[in-house]
């Protein structure tokens, strides 16, 4: 409260015209919370891409799991989570305007605007079922890394409904399997 005080009382000094011009910048600043911190979400700002991961988990049936990556180069990695099965692994190639073009559709609905954990998220995860698999979904940028996990048992609605923005997420998780074709690796878990 003190700090607060302080910032109006300089802010109230008067000036003349030329002194104003050059202290409000500098009064702003100085006004700012310590420390440099906003009461703005932080988020990853989208800067140049770098790669793109999705990650699939098992689930209680037969749901495969496994992590596709996509570099700038345009390098599609691929490596079976499966039970048994993890050591299979698999690369190709795809258009390097393909990483900026999901970086793109991730930006246009929002992704770097969503919670890390949409579990933890009692709003986007108001109904909560069990044995669902999880994607999570890794934009590495040249400024840092956006990370959402989505765990497929969460409904926004007490009637099982996936609405907005899960929806769009969701949907976003499927276009990365098929823009990158993981079908022709990912095979169906087998449960021992």
């Known amino acids: ?4 005080l302080m910032c109006k009382s300089r802010a109230s000094l008067r000036l003349s015209a030329m002194a104003r011009y050059l202290a409000a910048p500098l009064l702003l600043l100085a006004c700012g919370q310590p420390g440099g ?3 703005a979400p932080q988020r990853t700002l989208p800067s140049a891409p770098d790669s793109l991961v999705l990650e699939r988990s098992m689930c209680y049936g ?3 799991a496994y992590r596709l990556r996509l570099s700038n180069a345009g390098v599609i990695q691929f490596e079976s989570r499966n039970p048994g099965d993890e050591r299979r692994t698999a690369t190709d190639t795809i258009s390097t305007a393909t990483l ?12 770097f605007e969503l919670p890390g954990d949409i ?3 009692s709003i986007l995860c108001h109904n909560r079922a069990t044995d669902h698999p999880t994607a999570i979904v890794t934009i590495f940028t040249n400024g840092g890394s956006k990370r959402v996990e989505d765990y497929h048992g969460c409904f926004e609605t007490a009637e099982n409904d996936v ?3 899960i929806a769009r997420l969701r949907s976003f998780e499927v276009e990365i399997d098929s823009v990158l074709r993981s079908s022709r690796w990912v095979r169906p ?3 021992r």
Do not use: E, Q, W
């Open 62 to 64: 037969i749901c495969p």
């Open 1 to 4: 409260m003190h700090y607060l």
């Open 189 to 191: 878990a087998n449960r």
């Open 100 to 111: 900026p073009s999901l970086v793109a559709r991730a930006r246009s609905f929002g992704f």
């Open 163 to 165: 609405l907005s923005p």
């Open 37 to 39: 911190k906003t009461d």
């Open 119 to 121: 579990a933890a998220d």
